[in-house]
């Protein structure tokens, strides 16, 4: 028994606590002779595998630069020292112009040379040179040249991103294409071509599932740009990150940030990398990172922290992987000896001891429950705002079963933790290879946060046992915990493919193995895993095998012999919505795959994780959030009625668009009459009758009359919703040639068929009372779209091609347009065909989450500044995203808010429609404020006086009313540059209020009278920072130039230009980036002497002078500086969140100047705040600045620059 537990972990160190190789020392209340026998034979096994290498890793990169290939020759003859060798090659072995379609010999060549020798497997990895020329055109060229001339291997393959190799039985290699994600796309229309992976966010699906899938196991992954460095780079590279290349670029950081988090929820992961040309290791949050880079000419190196290493010398680096588990690390210049060495993964032995019960000891059941009784007490405020959902019930005792998982369903053996987002989960294994999964009812709170809301920052260690752990542990009780044990039998009625969940008491057992260090002695749910190796079970349909919803999408769209099973799919989804189950995403899904005797094959569903059935919502914080944030509208009680179906099916809804499109509502219909027809107040019943009795009462009563009214109201329930999705419809041929014909039929009817040869892929007869727009996809084949017909009231139709050369032939051009590569042929019949032209991959490319619909937000408005006094609004924003988006397709805003300091109020209005011009946009803004809205105004100068001991804030306020309007066009670029242009109006009225410094200021001209101007302004930005809360690398620039004329004739034709430069950066001081200056500099300039005091060049408060009020100086010239010293002082784990803080220094000085100024004078204003952050998203900042005025408070949402 113990042999079966040590032989169940198939090698000891592919399961770890702490990175460490953990060895289980069991201990039974009748302990046995050969458990010491046992160990003693372990612990020699292991001492004998503590030198025995597994497997070496030389790793090198940049060798095109090597002219005599110095550094691949030494890597060849180190390699004759041993076996088990692997030559990985990280990126830029290709000098970008050598190679070409017609080359005998490259610089490649000569390297497949020198390494044919190579005692080993060979990879090579793409970088940014094999990018450069040609983008993926180049890369496939190289890829093939390796192939026909090398036994090397090329990997990713087929210009894909990603691509998992096993070195060894414990070492797999997961090589990465970053410079794959740093590409302009729409710059390389064929990228993705032969790819499942067609966007970014399924890259990092794929990495975090490879990451999971290899958990046991050591994970190198081979990339050529690195997460970590410690490279040298110039100020405006390290600081601004304007090309793709610099480390701190906005793609390159976001890549950086996401593949980190998803490996530091894992163990093991080592990144190799070669972008930089020199040698380094560096280890950070426990993620080493090494770059062996340094061949030609090489580059500089900072210095580093305790235990890395850099140097700026040529050589290579060696990772040697022991069968212990021990990892190393080895770099070597010149000679033989190393210049630097250290232990990765050491590989120690740690012990966990357990006093196991014997089985005879345990009774047949125990007594549970989810949560302890502490966890579920709150108090009356608490349960008002936040509701009661269904807490009493996970703290009460249930009575279930208790098991041993060597005799449960004949024996099951624990194979891999699972992945899960919020579930704790472990994968079993009967002795057939049938899988289980055993899930703990208790789910993860901080898991879940770290893969919904966190998914660039890692913070899950931070989040463990803070106010947001304890407060979603708390939402979670809006499930219950045992109705999906009721959820099979319901399904069975509606002849649904379900799981057979079992409620069991897991206690620690010797069958756990090395997982009794998070696994048992807790509540489990155990069912069966919706795979292929389950696929004799009668409730997944016995199908020839089991799909997972990615496959099924490829499936699909191959041939058009694979197909759905609409009317399974539309009742399932019904049932979805019968028992409120809202958490519906793709990967809730799986699919059982049937063979048909004439070939073709059809997919129906298997819905799996029912946790989120008969939820209830309750609070009232709850029901304002409904209101305020669109997407916790899906979040609805369960009951009687399902009132807003819309957003209740948001997360399906891209699998129904794709999957529910050739049926109308009578295949809808006898879908609802099976459902109510079948599932009987008997079978309901019996269905909770599965959930332990503990729980039964009052609640299950009400949820059971809710099920039977809910049923009685599916019809319209499904109506309603059928009547939405119907609206916007997607229509995909498939990856062959294809033929779409669009028929316009009488009385607003469109007809859509699609043929391939004689197979029949689609078709189907739309109305236009049921749908307003209809996207229709060719795909990669060479397709022809036919529209024909003279019918009347036409759908509006939007064809996307696709990649090769699609004839289009519009006979009818009513309410049809084209979308294609423009840089691509094809054939357009009628040349004033509506068209959008476009090397866009984002339009021209399919992607089935990608859908038409809106949102609408509002928000509450809340600030507050001591001149404005307390700022209180509300803004309403619609969004709308269609076809094209940029990112959205229009975005409109309307706000009002109320100022206590001055009584006045504002109504502002901000439009944007994406793409008037490919990639720009076009603006509409216009704002009112208020007679009552207030400036600060105290003179023109300098040396303006101001006593704040004689007159109180109001003053300096002058009343304006004031309305303003623009149009603009818009550019926002990829790496933080954005600019716009805009014609703009501006209308003024000064009130001229007793007692005020406006009243008594000498008049120059009608400045009371209403003023009005046009004029236009052109603005370009350019921002980038490393880190939303403290950022230690940042550069803010830009300039904004304009010119205004007043259009009242008259006396008053002041007309005037203007400029205003700025220019900030934030520069770490210290290694750690806990100490870092940040400095501002911005100049303003009026160019003509006609202006009024509204329009002149302002300093203070919240531009510039942090110590003195807003507006405080006004002139024609303006110049400040800000300066601030911030430093981390320390963080601290609060109740609510954890908590970094510090404080900073700042010192500003600055002047204005007017005509003829004589003034000398540097206003300065130095002080200080206190500033904290949290989960490295936010920051606030409070503190104190003095002036020759006085003092002023100042409170900031992050810092002022």
């Keep these: 028994m113990i042999l079966n537990t040590f032989l169940c972990s198939k090698n000891l160190y592919r399961h770890k606590t702490s990175k460490r190789h953990l060895i289980l020392i069991m201990k039974f209340t009748q302990p046995k002779i050969i458990s ?27 060798t095109s630069n090597d002219i005599d290939l110095d550094v691949l020759q030494q890597i060849v003859k180190a390699s004759d020292q041993q076996k088990n060798n692997t030559l990985l090659l990280v990126g830029n072995i290709a000098d970008p112009a050598s190679i070409k379609e017609n080359s005998t010999k490259t610089t490649i060549g000569k390297q497949l040379d020198v390494i044919e020798d190579f005692n080993g497997q060979i990879i090579l990895t793409p970088g940014y040179n094999e990018w450069k020329v040609s983008g993926y055109k180049n890369v496939k060229r190289i890829e093939k040249f390796v192939q026909d001339n090398s036994a090397a291997k090329y990997y990713p393959d087929d210009g894909c991103p990603i691509k998992k190799k096993d070195l060894s039985e414990n070492v797999v290699l997961i090589a990465v294409d970053s410079q794959w994600y740093l590409e302009n796309w729409d710059k390389n229309i064929y990228i993705n071509d032969n790819c499942e992976i067609q966007n970014r966010t399924q890259f990092y699906d794929e990495f975090e599932s490879v990451l999971k899938k290899n958990q046991d196991k050591i994970k190198i992954v081979a990339i050529h740009h690195p997460v970590f460095s410690n490279s040298t780079s110039g100020l405006i590279a390290r600081t601004g990150g304007m090309s793709t290349q610099d480390f701190q670029n906005k793609q390159y950081t976001d890549l950086r940030n996401k593949l980190l988090t998803l490996a530091r929820q894992r163990e093991n992961v080592i990144f190799a990398s070669g972008k930089d040309q020199n040698l380094q290791y560096i280890n950070k949050y426990s993620i080493p990172q090494i770059i062996s880079g340094a061949v030609g000419n090489t580059k500089g190196v900072r210095s580093v922290m305790k235990g890395d290493f850099g140097a700026s010398q040529m050589g290579y680096a060696k990772l040697d992987v022991f069968k212990s588990g021990k990892v190393t690390v080895s770099f070597f210049s010149s000679t033989d000896a190393p210049i630097f060495s250290t232990t990765i993964f050491s590989g120690d032995v740690s012990e966990l001891s357990y006093n196991f019960k014997s089985k005879n000891s345990f009774e047949k059941t125990t007594t549970s429950s989810v949560y302890t009784k502490e966890e579920t007490t709150k108090g009356k405020l608490y349960r008002g705002l936040w509701g009661d959902h269904y807490r009493k019930y996970y703290s009460t005792q249930v009575e279930a079963p208790i098991v041993f998982l060597d005799t449960l369903f004949g024996g099951l053996q624990p194979i891999r933790r699972g992945g899960g987002h919020q579930s704790k989960s472990l994968r079993l294994e009967d002795k057939d290879g049938r899988q289980f999964v055993m899930r703990a009812l208790r789910k993860s709170a901080t898991k879940f946060l770290q893969a919904t809301a966190f998914q660039d920052k890692y913070v899950e260690e931070d989040l463990q046992d803070s106010f947001a752990d304890r407060f979603l542990l708390d939402f979670y009780t809006s499930a219950h915990p045992y109705t999906p044990f009721a959820v099979g039998t319901l399904a069975d009625a509606a002849d649904v493919y379900h799981t057979n969940p079992k409620l069991f008491y897991v206690p620690k057992q010797e069958a756990l193995g090395v997982y009794n260090d998070e696994y048992g002695d807790e509540l489990y749910m155990i069912e069966e895993r919706v795979a292929s190796n389950q696929n004799e079970l009668e409730s997944f349909g016995k199908p020839k095998d089991i799909l997972s919803t990615n496959d099924v999408l490829m499936e699909i769209r191959k ?19 019968l028992i409120g189950d809202w958490d519906r995403h793709e990967d ?35 029901s304002f959030l409904r209101f305020a944030v669109p997407f916790i509208r899906m979040m609805q009680s369960f009951d009687e009625e399902l009132p807003n179906t819309k957003w209740f099916n948001f997360e399906p ?47 299950i009563e009400s949820l059971k009359t809710k099920l039977k009214g809910r049923r009685a109201n599916l019809e319209n329930i499904a109506r309603a919703y059928y009547l939405y999705i119907n609206k916007f419809e997607v229509v995909v041929g498939t990856q062959k040639n294809d033929d ?9 009817q469109t007809s859509v068929n699609i043929q391939r040869k004689d197979l029949e892929i689609f078709n189907r007869t739309f109305s236009k009372e049921e749908t307003k727009e209809i996207w229709l996809y060719g795909l990669n084949g060479n397709d022809s779209f036919k529209v024909q017909g003279q019918g009347d009231h036409p759908i509006m139709v939007r064809i996307m091609g696709g990649r090769k050369n699609d004839t289009y032939d519009f006979r009818n051009r009513r309410k049809v347009k084209l979308y294609d590569y423009k840089s691509k042929d094809n054939t357009i019949v009628h040349k004033n065909s509506r068209k959008w032209l476009v090397d866009s991959y984002e339009i021209n490319n399919y992607d089935y989450k990608k859908r038409r619909y809106h949102v609408n937000q509002v928000l509450p408005l809340l600030a507050f500044n001591p001149d404005d006094g307390l700022r209180i609004g509300v803004q309403n924003t619609f969004t709308q995203y269609g076809l094209q988006r940029n990112p959205f397709t229009h975005k409109q805003s309307i706000g009002a808010s109320y100022y206590t300091g001055s009584s006045g109020f504002d109504v502002s209005y901000n439009g944007e429609f994406s793409n ?23 003179g023109f100068g300098n040396d303006t006086e101001y006593d704040r001991d004689e007159v109180d804030l109001d003053f300096n306020r002058t009343r304006i009313e004031k309305l303003s309007a623009a149009i603009s066009l818009i550019w926002r670029g990829r790496d933080g540059g954005n600019f716009y242009f805009k014609p703009l109006f501006e209308s003024f009225e000064v009130e001229n209020t007793d007692g005020r410094f406006i009243n008594i200021v000498p008049a120059t001209n009608d400045v009371f009278e209403r003023q009005n101007y046009l004029g236009a302004e052109a603005h370009y930005h350019f921002a ?29 034709e002041n007309s005037f230009a203007y400029v205003r430069p700025y220019f900030s950066i934030d520069h770490s001081l210290s290694k750690r980036g806990n100490f870092v200056l940040a400095t501002k500099v911005q100049a303003e300039a009026i160019l003509g002497d006609d202006f009024e005091f509204y329009h002149g060049t302002k300093i203070g408060g919240n531009n510039g002078l942090r110590g003195f009020r807003n507006e405080r100086f006004n002139g024609k010239y303006s110049l400040y500086q800000n300066i601030d010293l911030r430093w981390q002082l320390g963080k601290f784990k609060t109740s609510f969140i954890p908590l970094k803080y510090g404080v900073t220094g700042g010192f500003d000085h600055g002047r204005v100047w007017v005509e003829d100024d004589d003034s000398d004078t540097w206003h300065t204003s130095v002080g200080g705040t206190f500033w904290i952050s949290g989960l490295d998203t936010f920051s606030a900042n409070a503190g104190l600045y003095g002036t020759e005025d006085g003092a002023r408070f100042v409170f900031t949402v992050g810092f002022a620059f």
């Design 653 to 699: 809804y891209p699998l129904d668009l794709t999957f529910i499109n050739k049926s109308n509502w009578e295949d809808w219909q006898l879908q609802i009459q099976y459902i109510q027809n079948n599932l009987t107040d008997e079978v309901i019943e019996k269905a909770f009758n599965e959930i332990p009795d503990e729980v039964k009462g009052e609640t």
């Design 916 to 938: 008037i011009f490919y990639n720009w946009n076009f603006g509409v803004e216009a704002k009112y404020n208020s007679p009552t809205f207030a400036i600060n105004f105290f």
């Design 1024 to 1052: 980038n920072k490393n880190d939303l809360a403290f950022p230690t690398y940042a550069l803010n620039t830009g300039i904004t130039a304009g010119y205004k004329t007043n259009i009242d004739g008259g006396d008053n």
């Design 740 to 748: 779409f014909v669009i028929e316009r039929l009488p009385n607003g």
């Design 588 to 622: 809730q899904w799986r699919w059982a795959r049937f063979e048909n005797p004439d070939g073709t094959e059809v997919c129906k569903p298997i819905p799996r994780d029912r946790d989120q059935a008969f939820s209830v919502f309750d609070g009232s914080v709850l």
């Design 36 to 62: 010491t026998l046992f160990f003693v034979f372990a612990f020699s096994v292991l001492y004998s595998q503590e030198s025995e290498i597994e497997n070496s890793i030389y790793i090198t990169a940049n």
């Design 559 to 577: 041939t058009g012999k694979s197909i759905v099973d609409e009317p399974s799919y539309i009742r399932a989804r019904l049932f979805d919505m």
